[in-house]
């Protein structure tokens, strides 16, 4: 079965860049999706197909996907961008969702 | 405004039986994919079921097929997802989420992801 790796933690000052990988097999020929959650909350989609951000997104969150890792990356990061965020990819091959173990982000 | 909203979540005793709800509002509810992801307390995310806007087709993870069964009622514009035999590594917060594809004459499918979640509802599989 197919298998997304992200880091389970990353940290970063206010201000500065957020960068999240999500490493799977040839993860660059699948369209990759980021979700956001935050603490009791459910997830709110900020990614889609790779680097589209839905209305409503910032700017500041923006998505690469090549080769063998996706990134998901947030400029000028701010305090309420805290939050755990997930990869998402559909497995063609299984015909089934495959979400990553999740990356906790830490606005320190 | 669109709209999911779960419901039937509640304890139930391991090998016991539940029926949980997703009501959808604000959308074409016939016209979309949709999809129950779960969370266990402190993990991830972990994809359950999806389906088909018609209900021809549905997908499981392996660790709940024949025992969860996902279908819909288009006029009623809601989701169900029936857990029989639930066991203790069932118990998450269930949400319903709009599962957004579509296809091409060819029959090839483009997948942007899971737009739109209900607030979820819970589930806890104890004796």
């Known amino acids: 079965s197919y298998v997304l790796t992200q880091p389970p933690s990353v940290s970063v000052a206010p201000g500065k860049t957020a960068r999240i990988t999500c490493g799977g097999n040839?993860?660059?020929?699948?369209?990759v999706h980021w979700y956001q959650q935050k603490p009791g909350q459910a997830p709110v989609l900020v990614i889609y197909?790779?680097?589209d951000r839905p209305s409503g997104i910032p700017e500041r969150f923006s998505g690469s996907n090549s080769g063998n890792t996706a990134t998901l990356t947030i400029s000028r990061v701010e305090a309420g961008d805290e939050a755990d965020y997930y990869c998402q990819v559909w497995d063609s091959s299984s015909d089934r969702w495959v979400f990553g173990g999740g990356t906790k982000l830490t606005v320190l | 405004e669109v709209q999911l909203v779960e419901s039937g979540g509640g304890l139930v005793q391991p090998g016991g039986s539940l029926r949980l709800s997703c009501a959808a509002s604000g959308f074409t509810f016939s016209s979309y994919w949709m999809s129950w992801v779960r969370q266990a307390p402190g993990k991830g995310l972990e994809w359950v079921a999806n389906?088909?806007?018609?209900?021809?087709?549905?997908y499981y993870v392996d660790s709940v097929k024949g025992r969860f069964t996902i279908s819909r009622d288009n006029a009623k514009n809601s989701l169900y997802l029936q857990m029989n035999s639930l066991r203790a590594e069932d118990t998450a917060v269930y949400y319903c989420?709009?599962?957004?594809?579509?296809?091409?004459?060819?029959?090839?499918?483009?997948?942007?992801?899971?737009?739109?979640w209900g607030q979820g509802t819970t589930v806890t599989v104890s004796s």
């Open positions: 389906i088909k806007q018609d209900g021809s087709e549905k």
């Open positions: 197909y790779d680097s």
């Open positions: 989420a709009r599962d957004v594809r579509f296809g091409d004459a060819r029959g090839w499918y483009y997948y942007y992801g899971m737009d739109v």
């Open positions: 040839n993860i660059g020929s699948k369209r």
